[in-house]
């Protein structure tokens, strides 16, 4: 879920959205008194198509279950979401229930428009013990009120390209067996250089390779990764050097993007572009994602999120899935983020929209999710039914399931001000990327950021 | 004596009398365009310039904060990196926008009477901003575009035109050259439809060349129309927007971060209506300073032709 690897046009669709709100906002039209009778209609948005099939089987089934209900279930892209959802806030015309991001909740926390869900009688008969773990942490506010329940959760795996692999003579377990280093690579790094050739034909580790005429890159990259905390492209690396993003694992007050620990990462991963192991800034067409770019047999393999599995499987291109490398504390670790439903404190319809909220965690619904095999439901149950279709289809969930069964899962920060961190450390990191300048020019970023939560 | 005093004062009162409806009926035709100057271009400036000393987050009410949002814009780098950033796009955009549609005014004002290539030269224009910046953003991109295509068979490497820190923004700028570059010679050969023909004929008869008629007479002629070009094309220039939203969205690292996109971050990224509005002064400012400055060095007020 990255909005900066969006396609132009969405981007420009958003422009237009977000100017329609601009209009309302300034003029001061802001808001028709909704009917004090509640409605039975609840509004629920979301954002990802692929979902949505599944959703709308549990609304049906919800309905029948509930006949004083409805489900209205809106979907809008990624790009448009956000922006609609605030213009939305401010119109008084939002969703009952709508499915949020960790990246985005904590400004509506302190924006104050989230209903939190503790209160709720449906909610507190939903049992959260059948989750997976860590996740009802993730939604758990400030003040220790929970603001979002939690309906999927992702980590993040290697996806390589078969034909590739095999032409290099490369086992798949090799990828997650191997072991980087931030001071020359690892033997991950010899992997990735053995995967890459120049247009003569020449591998990254052979003697003669030409790094400035590549034609297969052994590792993909199309986003910096500033957005989310590198999230799906070196969050890993990193925490297994030791890096923790910010000062405490949820709801912290202080960056630490001046760790030599990150730092030295960093210096590495994006040094790769300069040997030719990987893709230089705007190589590729960063809309296209790295999805693009393993299929089109343009790079051996790329990291990428669960999320994405249903697309690398739907793929013309033969694609498997292994866990990340190890690190310098000898493990391999992945972040864990996922999704939850919210109930909007302006809606006619609280105590319905949580009624909505629970039934979506409800054994029925999951299931429904899970066999749809797009995501990894949230109760425990239901991933086992996800996780035997991955494996029908020839994705190997243990590359997904298995940083959460060992432990070596963590989260991505969830702060204050977390639109005003992205905008300062995203075009930072895209410096390290695009201009290769040293991740020591992250101290003076780290610094700014820091600013922002003294004031 | 006292007939005409009479007389006239009766013209008078006739003479007010009509007046007053002349004023009734500007009145009347005045009222529609005055509210819309008011509700859709006095209030919401005022209401900018307000908003521009609180702090205001669309949900909550705005709070009153002095002069902290520009304290901020000073001590603000990403905001003075957008400010060069600006004007190395205007400086580029404008310069090379201005040279190009000058002559080709001048070609179709000496060499061709055609409607079809005047409409041909202000196609461009007709297309939409974005359209344009998407049908760029593929052309140039880096794997696929017809434009690295070509260096390639030429024999050059493959340039990041819109991902190179260097290239983004001339390229950005040289993308709406190629949309605006017709329409801006189109109002330059509207000026230079209306300079009287007899001075160049005298000039011809004085023995002067092309170049000289050109440098002596066309130029100080058009001056008024130039200076009124300038300022509007700077204008629009300054208020850069749509095609580096759409293909660069400010990348790499800021490089192409301009004024309004960064504001436009602020504002509806970052829900800082306050500080957003305050840069937007600020960018106010600079644009009526600018175009005072232009006024008085290209004196647009007064014209040679007299």
Known sequence: MNANQLPAKTRAARFTAVLATAALALTGCAGTTENAQPSNTIDYWMWDTSQLPSYQKCAADFEKANPDLKVKITQYGWGDYWSKLTASFIAGTGPDVFTNHVSQYPQFVSLDVLAPLDDFKDIQGVDQEAFQDGLKDLWTGPDGKQYGMPKDWDTIAMYYNQKILDEAGVDPKEISDSQFSPEGGGSFEKLVAHLSIDANGVRGDEPGFDKNHVKVYGLGLSNAGGDNAGQSQWAGFAATNGWQATDQPLWGTHYNYDDPKVQETLDWYFGLSDKGFMPRYGQFNSADGVLGQVTSGSVAMVSDGAWMNASYISSDTKIGAARLPKGPDGTSKSVINGLADSVVKSSDNQEGGARWVAYLASKQCQDVVAKAGVVFPSRTDATNITSKIYAQQGLDPTAFTGPVKDGNTFYLPVTDHGADVTSLIIPALEDLWANRQPASTLNGTNDAINNVFIK | ?306
């Open chain 2, 1 to 306: 004596m006292s007939s005409s005093t009479n007389y006239r004062s009766l013209g008078a009162a006739k003479r007010s009398r009509a007046s007053k409806q002349d004023l009734r009926l500007a009145i009347i035709f005045l009222t529609p365009a005055a509210i819309g100057f008011l509700v859709f271009l006095v209030w919401p400036t005022l209401r900018g310039i307000w908003l521009s000393f609180t702090s205001y987050n669309l949900l909550t009410p705005a709070e009153f904060v002095g002069f902290a949002n520009y304290e901020r814009m000073l001590g603000d780098p990403v905001f003075w990196n957008s400010m060069k950033v600006t004007v190395e796009y205007v400086v580029i955009n404008i310069g090379l926008q201005t040279a190009i549609a000058l002559i080709i005014a001048l070609l179709m004002h000496r060499l061709t009477q055609s409607t079809l290539l005047r409409g041909i030269v202000l196609m461009p224009y007709l297309v939409s901003n974005v359209v344009t910046a998407i049908v760029f953003l593929w052309v140039l991109d880096v794997q696929f575009g017809v434009a690295n295509q070509v260096l390639e068979w030429i024999g050059v490497d493959k340039i990041g035109f819109l991902s190179s820190e260097t290239w983004a923004i001339p390229t950005i700028a040289l993308i709406n050259v190629w949309r605006h570059v017709g329409y801006t010679a189109l109002l330059i050969f509207a000026g230079l439809q209306m300079l009287p023909n007899d001075v160049f004929e005298a000039a011809k008869l004085d023995g002067a060349g092309e170049f000289r008629s050109f440098f002596s007479i066309t130029m100080p002629l058009l001056r008024p129309i130039m200076a009124l070009v300038l300022i509007m094309t700077v204008i629009g220039s300054f208020q850069v927007f749509d095609t580096v939203a759409v293909t660069t969205g400010g990348g790499p690292a800021n490089a192409t971060n301009v004024l309004q996109l960064y504001i436009y971050d602020v504002a509806f990224g970052r829900f800082q209506f306050g500080y957003a509005s305050a840069m937007s002064v600020a960018l106010l400012l600079v644009l009526g300073i600018i175009t005072f400055i232009q006024f008085r060095l290209t004196r647009a007020g007064s014209s040679d032709m007299n």
